[in-house]
């Protein structure tokens, strides 16, 4: 799969670090916590989805480190970065063994199939 990214070519020089940069440290903290935690979970606060995500992992015995940036009111531009860096257009972001698995139906999907099971056991 290849996603469209604009070219660094066509980025003029002059703005190339400030993109590079832009909110790095809650990709890294992301980064930290799916290279340290089999199953993360990234969210915000008063999203139902991420609620049920969590809720969805807590029933299948799967324990997982939750990390919440904001809400709807407030955090949205630096949550804005996660998004790009992932190309997951909405919250929450599952990550299962430093894989990026979608969202609350696509969790509730895996967990259906037994998918999860043997993504945890591997």
Not at 66 to 72: M, N, R, W
Request: aromatic fraction near 8%; charge should be positive; proline fraction near 5%.
């Amino acid at each position: 799969m290849t996603r469209p990214i604009l070219d660094e070519a066509a980025i003029h020089p002059a703005i190339r670090e400030k993109i590079a940069r832009l909110h790095n440290d809650l990709i890294q903290q992301v980064q930290t916590a799916i290279g340290s935690h089999p199953v993360v979970v990234v969210g915000l606060s008063g999203n139902p989805f991420v609620g049920k995500a969590r809720k969805a992992l807590a029933s299948a015995g799967a324990a997982c480190e939750y990390l919440e940036y904001g809400s709807y009111f407030s955090g949205w531009r630096r949550r804005n970065a996660l998004k790009m860096w992932t190309g997951w257009p909405t919250f929450p972001m599952v990550f299962v063994r430093g894989t990026l698995i979608g969202g609350s139906d696509d969790l509730n999907r895996l967990i259906a199939s037994g998918e999860l099971k043997t993504l945890l056991a591997s």
